[in-house]
T-cell receptor, first 112, second 112 residues
Framework: DVKVTQSSRYLVKRTGEKVFLECVQD?????MFWYRQDPGLGLRLIYF???????EKGDIPEGYSVSREKKERFSLILESASTNQTSMYLC???????????FGDGTRLSIL | KQEVTQIPAALSVPEGENLVLNCSFT??????LQWFRQDPGKGLTSLLL?????REQTSGRLNASLDKSSGRSTLYIAASQPGDSATYLC???????????FGSGTQLTVLP
């Protein structure tokens, strides 16, 4: 089975802090994705990566950056956290573009 | 821009009923469609993936159909059980896109 692991289930940070969310997959998948999920807005794509050191912006990249130095790890960075970034963050991976996406359990991030 | 709609937003049924969840999308030029299940506070679990060339996919008590020309997909759940209670999301991948566009989900409650 595919395993997508997010480093924290719950995280509380303060405004202005730099926040790192980590995601690791164990199936040598090419593609990795970061989404945020908010009530009434559904899942929205922040960034995705289709290869090491490659990244593309999703629908809502403002205020975020990403890093993919190794194939199995995809990090989401909140450069200066703000309260409107309080959300559930979900990481996903897929073997190729046409294969199913597999999700981690999510990180519930609160910015105070 | 692709838009995905799921109606109803919530559904409550007695145990044992067969039920259908609906998903519609505005741009029929899709590559594939994926159905997910999400339990409260958790990530998404992939249920079924239908390629654009397919009409349906089955897994156990679940059957997903796809009518690309009308922009619709349905998820049929046979003999529903309380353990099926969850939010069900559909997501489509556009013809040239790597990412998924998600619907807002149908929250299903199966009453014992």
């Amino acid at each position: 089975d595919v395993k997508v692991t997010q480093s924290s289930r719950y995280l509380v940070k303060r405004t202005g802090e730099k926040v790192f969310l980590e995601c690791v997959q164990d199936m040598d998948h090419e593609n990795m994705f970061w989404y945020r999920q908010d009530p009434g807005l559904g899942l929205r794509l922040i960034y995705f990566s289709y290869d090491v050191k490659m990244k593309e912006k999703g629908d809502i990249p403002e205020g975020y950056s990403v890093s993919r130095e190794k194939k199995e790890r995809f990090s989401l960075i909140l450069e200066s956290a703000s309260t409107n970034q309080t959300s559930m963050y979900l990481c996903a991976s897929s073997l190729t573009t046409v294969q199913p996406q597999h999700f981690g359990d999510g990180t519930r991030l609160s910015i105070l | 821009k692709q838009e995905v709609t799921q109606i109803p937003a919530a559904l409550s049924v007695p145990e044992g009923e067969n039920l259908v969840l609906n998903c519609s999308f505005t741009d029929s030029a899709i590559y594939n469609l994926q159905w997910f299940r999400q339990d409260p506070g958790k990530g998404l679990t992939s249920l079924l993936l239908i390629q654009s060339s397919q009409r349906e996919q089955t897994s156990g008590r679940l059957n997903a159909s796809l009518d690309k020309s009308s922009g619709r997909s349905t998820l049929y759940i046979a003999a529903s059980q309380p353990g099926d209670s969850a939010t069900y999301l559909c997501a489509v991948r556009g013809g040239s896109a790597r990412q998924l566009t998600f619907g807002s989900g149908t929250q299903l409650t199966v009453l014992p």
